[in-house]
């Protein structure tokens, strides 16, 4: 009812449940409503195509920069950015890490902005491979 023009989108609930632990209802709601109303995570409600497939293509760039042969082996197998991404920046990761952890990316994303989600999704990545490495 905030925002007609977008009204839920699936992913939206994760986002307030995980600020439902640890705010009361309407500084929940307030926060929300800031979070998904405002740019880079806007595009990916409202479906906004040329913004979100530039978010993805810089995604891409850093993820080649810092995994190539990684990079690589997805790019082979056909498994392309917005399969994963676009999931972990619309619920900003609330539904691929566990609680105590999406909280710090949460604490970090509103002290510096999109960098922070990047940044978690190369290291989930990172630890990915680390884990297979040992393996």
């Given at each position: ?93 609330t539904r ?33 491979t680390s ?5």
């Open positions: 009812m905030h925002r007609p023009d977008i009204g839920y989108v699936q992913g939206m609930s994760y986002i307030a449940a995980i600020l439902l632990v640890y705010m009361d209802e309407h500084p929940a709601f307030v926060t929300f409503c800031n979070m998904v109303t405002k740019f880079p995570i806007m595009p990916f409600y409202s479906f906004n195509d040329p913004h979100v497939r530039k978010i993805l293509q810089l995604f891409k760039q850093v993820f080649q920069h810092n995994l190539p042969e990684l990079c690589e082996h997805l790019e082979t197998e056909n498994i392309m950015p917005k399969q994963y991404v676009y999931e972990w920046f619309m619920t900003l990761f691929a890490l566990k609680v105590e952890l999406v909280s710090r990316v949460l604490d970090l994303y509103f002290l510096d902005g999109i960098f922070v989600l990047y940044q978690t999704a190369i290291g989930k990545f990172e630890c990915v884990t297979h490495i040992a393996i």
